[in-house]
C-alpha cells in the first residue's frame, strides 16, 4: 500500500474534517462489531460514547467510496493496514508544519516587521521567548508589560 490509495487522502481529510483525535483501529474494528455480530442490539444498549463513535464511523464509510465492502471482506491484518493509511496523525502533522508562517503572518501588524524578527521555518525564540508571542500567550488576567 501507498500514498497513492485512496485511503491515505480520504483519511487526512477525515482526520482534518470529521474526527482530528481518532484511533482508526478502534474505530474501524468496534465499527465492523456493529455492522456484524453486534447489529442486531438495539442502539439505547450502548453508551452515548459508543453511539458517537458510530455516528463517526457511518461518516468515513459515507466519505470514502467502497470501503464497507473492503472492510467487511477483509481480515484483521487488512483492518489494520486500513487504519495505518486512513490515519489522521499525517493530517496533523500537515496542518501543524504549515501554521508557523501563517501564525508569523497573522501576528505581524500590517505594514510593519516583528522586533526582533522571527524565521518563518524555525520556532526558536517564539512563545514566551520573543517579545509579540508572548504577550498573545499571557493569561488574560496579567500584563505582560508589567514584568512583576
Given at each position: 500500500?501507498?500514498?497513492?490509495?485512496?485511503?491515505?487522502?480520504?483519511?487526512?481529510?477525515?482526520?482534518?474534517?470529521?474526527?482530528?483525535?481518532?484511533?482508526?483501529?478502534?474505530?474501524?474494528?468496534?465499527?465492523?462489531?456493529?455492522?456484524g455480530e453486534?447489529?442486531?442490539?438495539?442502539?439505547?444498549?450502548?453508551?452515548?460514547?459508543?453511539?458517537?463513535?458510530?455516528?463517526?464511523?457511518?461518516?468515513?464509510?459515507?466519505?470514502?467510496?467502497?470501503?464497507?465492502?473492503?472492510?467487511?471482506q477483509s481480515?484483521?491484518?487488512?483492518?489494520?493496514?486500513?487504519?495505518?493509511?486512513?490515519?489522521?496523525?499525517?493530517?496533523?502533522?500537515?496542518?501543524?508544519?504549515?501554521?508557523?508562517?501563517?501564525?508569523?503572518?497573522?501576528?505581524?501588524?500590517?505594514?510593519?516587521?516583528?522586533?526582533?524578527?522571527?524565521?518563518?521555518?524555525?520556532?526558536?525564540?517564539?512563545?514566551?521567548?520573543?517579545?509579540?508571542?508572548g504577550a498573545?500567550?499571557?493569561?488574560?488576567?496579567?500584563?505582560?508589560?508589567?514584568?512583576?
Amino acid at each position: 500500500r501507498s500514498a497513492m490509495d485512496p485511503l491515505v487522502h480520504y483519511g487526512h481529510h477525515f482526520g482534518r474534517t470529521v474526527h482530528a483525535l481518532c484511533n482508526f483501529q478502534a474505530l474501524l474494528m468496534n465499527g465492523i462489531l456493529r455492522m456484524g455480530e453486534l447489529a442486531g442490539i438495539p442502539e439505547e444498549n450502548f453508551t452515548a460514547e459508543e453511539r458517537r463513535e458510530h455516528r463517526v464511523f457511518q461518516e468515513l464509510l459515507k466519505s470514502v467510496a467502497g470501503l464497507e465492502e473492503r472492510l467487511m471482506q477483509s481480515g484483521e491484518d487488512e483492518v489494520d493496514i486500513v487504519a495505518e493509511l486512513a490515519s489522521a496523525s499525517g493530517a496533523r502533522g500537515d496542518d501543524t508544519k504549515s501554521l508557523k508562517g501563517s501564525v508569523l503572518d497573522w501576528i505581524t501588524p500590517k505594514g510593519q516587521n516583528l522586533v526582533p524578527p522571527l524565521a518563518r521555518n524555525v520556532k526558536v525564540n517564539r512563545g514566551f521567548h520573543h517579545e509579540r508571542t508572548g504577550a498573545l500567550l499571557c493569561p488574560a488576567g496579567l500584563d505582560w508589560s508589567n514584568s512583576e
